[in-house]
């Protein structure tokens, strides 16, 4: 049987969390949240219960996981967009305390100091949820001058409302402005226009995980667990969101 648990963010609800699943002796857990630390993940190694971490990491635990590549994957966005000439590029990300959104930006800067263009800490978005992107993004756009010419959103999901601001504002995309996202979810290429987004396999993701759980849960005690450690490698997709900003 399966027990899903949802700690929205919160590192209260996923502490209750792992000790309700410990409580019900579960055989085994993907995880794919770890705002709470390394000692929940600690007590689960002290009484052998197998985990493996899903697109998350803690240095201080020595575990199995399988991730993306969060800072390639947000480098290579704001590549894509520098190597069209965009210069003012307003980053959305997730919350500060999001250990994705913490990647995703040295990412960014990365990109930025490698073509030579400065750091605007003004052109960076935090939004804690997707549907505030709307209201944040159409905040930005009438307050930030000169204007950004293209967005990198957190993710595909998020770039919907960041699509519907900008259409708001009366700004085509990508004739005024470009936009990026990430994830490259089954509906990208059917938006309006079809979003350029970086590919971070998800499903295979999650497939592989699961496959290295059932594989501890049948592996002999008399042999050593060796942690698997898997990052996949990010890969753009361009579609028609994505264009050189115009010259004025």
């Known amino acids: 049987s399966l027990i899903v648990c949802n700690s929205n963010?919160?590192?209260e609800?996923?502490?209750q969390a792992h000790q309700m699943l410990r409580q019900n002796s579960v055989d085994g857990l993907l995880i794919?949240?770890?705002?709470?630390?390394?000692a929940p993940l600690q007590r689960l190694l002290?009484?052998?219960?197998p985990f493996v971490l899903l697109?998350?990491?803690?240095?201080?635990?020595e575990c199995d996981y399988v991730m993306v590549d969060y800072r390639r994957g947000s480098y290579l966005a704001a590549c894509h967009l520098l190597e069209l000439g965009h210069r003012r590029i307003l980053y959305q990300l997730?919350?500060?305390?999001h250990p994705p959104t913490?990647?995703?930006?040295?990412?960014?800067r990365q990109a930025l100091t490698e073509y030579g263009v400065t750091f605007d800490e003004e052109l960076i978005l935090h939004t804690d949820k997707p549907n505030e992107n709307h209201q944040y993004i159409l905040a930005a756009m009438q307050r930030l001058f000169p204007r950004p010419t293209a967005i990198m959103a957190y993710n595909d999901e998020a770039a919907i409302p960041i699509l519907k601001a900008l259409s708001d504002l009366g700004l085509r995309v990508p004739d005024d402005?470009?936009?990026?996202?990430?994830?490259?979810?089954?509906?990208?290429?059917?938006l309006v226009p079809p979003l350029t987004s970086i590919a971070q396999s998800i499903q295979e993701m999650g497939a592989l995980g699961m496959k290295i759980l059932l594989e501890k849960l049948t592996w002999s005690d008399e042999e050593a667990w060796i942690p698997q450690q898997i990052i996949f490698e990010p890969q753009p997709t361009i579609r028609l969101s994505s264009a050189p900003p115009q010259i004025k």
């Open 102 to 108: 913490r990647e995703r930006l040295l990412g960014y």
């Open 13 to 15: 609800i996923e502490l």
């Open 94 to 97: 997730g919350g500060q305390g």
């Open 9 to 11: 963010g919160s590192a």
């Open 46 to 49: 002290d009484q052998g219960i």
């Open 55 to 61: 697109n998350r990491r803690v240095e201080e635990v």
């Open 177 to 190: 402005i470009s936009v990026v996202g990430q994830n490259d979810l089954s509906f990208a290429p059917y």
């Open 32 to 38: 794919n949240s770890v705002q709470s630390g390394a």
